[in-house]
Structures are given as structure tokens and as C-alpha cells.
């Protein structure tokens, strides 16, 4: 089995949509960090699991200085981009998303 693993930096804002008050349903901005995980028994043609330049591309393109409310189709907490973002990727087994230097949210592919 190989294993890669991206790790990205998204700058962008949201707000969360919550049933309990926090100042987090006020729109504010995160430098956030994902670290995709992806792994295949194979590689492709050029001997990759897949490329990082292709991987940072699927994300960060979709991403990075946008209102993440505007262009996610749910609450978007730190789970729910993780999901999002192995979502992205057949061969995503992983996503870590961390928001803050001490938040973070993983997702793990059953």
C-alpha cells in the first residue's frame, strides 16, 4: 500500500450556524491547515499515488479567500470540511482540518 500525504493552508471566513450563542456565528476568519491523506496499492503511469500540485488544486482552488458559507453546502465546522474534503479524493482514507493552533478536526474513511 502507498500512502501520500498534503498538507495545504486555506485562508477563509465563515460563520456557524448554531443552537447555542458563540461568537463563532459572527462571520471571522481561520488560517486553516488540512492534511489529506491518500493511499492506493498502485501507482498511476507516472509512479504517484497522485499528484500533490493536483491535490493542493482540488481544494485550495475551491477554497482559499472565499466565505466558505458562499461556496459549501452545509454548516461548515471543521468536521464537516474534513468530510467535504476526503470527499473529494477516491483515495482519501483521511482528512485532519485544524482551524486554530489547538482545534482540530479529523475525518476517518471507515
Known sequence: MYRVKKRIEVSAAHS???DYE?????LHGHNWIIDIYLESETLDQNGMVMDFTKIKE???DQLDHKNLNQVLPFNPTAENIACWV???FD?????????????????IKD
Open 22 to 26: 458563540s461568537k463563532c456565528t459572527q
Open 16 to 18: 456557524l450556524t448554531l
Open 58 to 60: 482540488r481544494v485550495k
Open 91 to 107: 483515495c482519501c482514507y483521511r482528512v485532519d482540518v485544524q482551524e486554530s493552533e489547538n482545534n482540530v478536526a479529523s475525518y
Open 86 to 88: 476526503c470527499s473529494q
